[in-house]
């Protein structure tokens, strides 16, 4: 892609066919004057097969895979219907306590209807991949490029890879009901915070997000207690924001009675906004009940 140049040693304003006007060309919506005109039009430069390929590391190229990352995650779980993100450390081993757990949540998460969304790597990701395939339900893993090698685990029955980590982001929480976070490192808490921040500033719907593991996430509750909270740096709801529990059964149950109580407060407002109509003669015929 041709950067802008210098105007010095430029005799592109004697090519106007006015002698007073400078030389100027359009390319798509930008207006070249001057020394920025260029001999060549914007086709002929795309049908040039010796021309550079330096463009390809640019930004505007970057902007438009980052498009077709989003639209790639979009169309591929736009039909996924409800499902539950589990995140959890991808060193845990098969014979860890905690993989038999995350295994047993996927099949109980499967049979309560619900999808299960993983990063698609070893460990926690793929016990509960694993429990929901198999179980017969429907296993999703987003993965993401690093610079060691790490493919989707074999228990993925609907992957994608993507380059960028905010891309994968977004698909983890626009299409799950809730979080479910088992002992992890870096990532696993990179997703926690990410999840609390835009629950606590509201830029997504209320979703529970829960521990799984009260041993190994106490320390962490504690200081969010005694230093976030007592320092004023969070309020008491904030805390709240989490549930935690040693209980894959207990976990099938926060969700489903978060999900009851969205749909009873959808009910209750529903029937706020008819009365409020009808008491103001906005709707005068009811369907009568069978």
């Known amino acids: 892609m041709s950067s802008y140049r210098s105007r010095r040693g430029g005799d592109d304003a004697d090519r106007s066919i006015h002698p007073d006007r400078p030389a100027e060309k359009q390319r798509g919506p930008v207006t070249l004057r001057r020394g920025q005109v260029q001999e ?7 049908l040039d097969a010796d021309g550079p390929s330096d463009w390809v590391h640019t930004d505007p190229w970057r902007v438009l895979r980052i498009q077709s990352e989003f639209v790639e995650g979009f169309g591929l779980l736009a039909e996924l219907g409800p499902a539950v993100s589990v995140f959890g450390s991808a060193r845990t081993q ?30 926690i990701m793929e016990a509960a991949n694993r429990g929901a395939s198999e179980s017969g339900g429907v296993s999703v893993g987003l993965g993401i490029e690093l610079p060691f090698e790490q493919r989707l685990n074999d228990w993925v029955d ?36 990410e999840a609390l921040t835009l629950v606590q500033t509201r830029k997504v ?32 709801p ?17 969700i489903d009675g ?32 069978a």
Request: charged share 30%; net charge negative.
């Open 40 to 46: 060549s039009t914007t086709d002929q430069r795309l």
């Open 94 to 123: 098969p014979d860890d306590p905690l993989y038999a757990q995350a295994r047993e949540l996927g099949r109980l998460l499967s049979d309560a209807g619900y999808g299960v969304i993983t990063g698609g790597g070893p460990g």
């Open 158 to 193: 609907v992957g994608i890879n993507f380059r960028y980590f905010f891309v994968r982001k977004t698909m983890f929480l626009k299409y799950a009901q809730a979080f479910v976070v088992f002992p992890g490192g870096f990532g696993t808490l990179d997703e926690l915070f």
């Open 258 to 289: 978060s999900h009851r109580d969205d749909r009873d407060e959808v009910e209750a407002d529903a029937a706020r906004r008819l009365a409020r109509d009808v008491g103001e003669g906005r709707v005068t015929d009811l369907p009568l009940e």
């Open 205 to 236: 719907t209320m979703f529970p997000v829960v521990l799984f593991g009260s041993d190994y996430w106490r320390g962490l509750l504690d200081w969010m207690r005694d230093q976030l909270l007592e320092s004023e740096r969070i309020s008491a």
């Open 238 to 254: 904030d805390l709240r924001l989490v549930q935690v529990t040693d209980d894959v059964r207990d976990v099938v149950r926060i």
